[in-house]
């Protein structure tokens, strides 16, 4: 009788630690639901940013640009009979205005999807982009890939390649540095990817802070995607002493890895 009744209280003990590890489960459950969810709307948000920037500069930009070669054209058709100086004068201007919106057109479908990327893959596409900052914002940018170059699927280049291009484009508006460096390694299961420049820095936590107010979608909008991956990005910096922003990825198998 005794025994029975121990029996039954260390039953009723293991089932109540069952039900409680069952709730603790769900409750995780929940939270990694929530936690999905909070990243997927995230990055659908900075998608739009992105889609709103593009609207307001082909609006602005090549939308005003060829308003203007429209009536440079028209008012050269207007004196082309009895004022030639004038006619050959707008046409001039004309061919300068077209040959800027072309340039404008080719530079905004690069930022949009850069054909390298999918004709050569993300080494080209990555020494492009550093070519490209380093002719138009003058800065030093040195390379580091592990050789050969690690393998990368599709959407994990894409991605690689949308961190640096970000990366490079803050350290051109934010950073007044002279250098840059570039490093992607693999390291066992993982894939690093390091953005170190050698600027102005700045309060890690402020720059991701304005991101989570909504104020800019860069750092953060990186930050998500990365996590989506299964990955994590940080932000290295103090003011006056540079910035790094280091990217580990993990890599679907472990397949032929370094030690
Ligand atoms: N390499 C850097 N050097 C110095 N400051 C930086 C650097 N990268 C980011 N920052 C700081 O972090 C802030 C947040 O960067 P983030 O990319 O999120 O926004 P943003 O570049 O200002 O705007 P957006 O990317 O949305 O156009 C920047 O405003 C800047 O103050
Ligand atoms: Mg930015």
């Known amino acids: 009788m005794h025994d029975d009744t121990e029996e039954r209280a260390a039953l009723r003990r293991k089932l109540d630690d069952v039900l409680l590890q069952q709730r603790e489960l769900i409750e995780r459950l929940q939270k990694g639901q929530d936690y999905f969810q909070h990243l997927a709307r995230s990055v659908w948000r900075v998608q739009e940013d992105e889609r709103r920037r593009l609207a307001h500069e082909l609006h602005d930009g090549i939308g005003h640009s060829l308003t203007a070669l429209i009536h440079l054209v028209a008012q050269a058709t207007d004196a082309l009979g009895e004022r030639p100086d004038e006619a050959r004068d707008r046409l001039a201007r004309a061919r300068d205005v077209a040959q800027s919106t072309l340039k404008d057109t080719r530079d905004l479908s690069r930022l949009l999807r850069p054909?390298?990327?999918?004709?050569?893959?993300?080494?080209?596409?990555?020494?492009?982009?550093?070519?490209?900052?380093?002719?138009?914002?003058?800065?030093?940018?040195?390379?580091?890939?592990?050789?050969?170059?690690?393998?990368?699927?599709?959407?994990?280049?894409?991605?690689?390649?949308?961190?640096?291009?970000?990366?490079?484009?803050?350290?051109?508006?934010?950073?007044?540095?002279?250098?840059?460096?570039?490093?992607?390694?693999?390291?066992?299961?993982?894939?690093?990817?390091?953005?170190?420049?050698?600027?102005?820095?700045?309060?890690?936590?402020?720059?991701?802070?304005?991101?989570?107010?909504?104020?800019?979608?860069?750092?953060?909008?990186?930050r998500d995607r990365v996590r989506l991956f299964g990955g994590m990005l940080r932000l290295d910096s103090k003011p006056g002493e540079g910035s790094t922003v280091s990217a580990q990825f993990p890599l679907p198998s472990t397949a032929g890895a370094a030690p």
């Open 115 to 222: 054909q390298i990327l999918d004709d050569l893959g993300l080494e080209p596409a990555l020494r492009w982009l550093a070519r490209t900052y380093q002719d138009d914002h003058r800065l030093a940018v040195s390379l580091e890939f592990d050789q050969p170059f690690p393998e990368v699927d599709g959407d994990l280049s894409t991605l690689i390649f949308r961190v640096t291009q970000e990366s490079l484009s803050n350290i051109a508006k934010h950073a007044a540095a002279t250098h840059v460096n570039v490093s992607l390694r693999r390291r066992s299961i993982y894939l690093t990817l390091a953005i170190r420049d050698d600027g102005a820095g700045c309060d890690p936590e402020a720059a991701f802070a304005a991101s989570s107010q909504g104020r800019s979608s860069g750092l953060g909008g990186m």
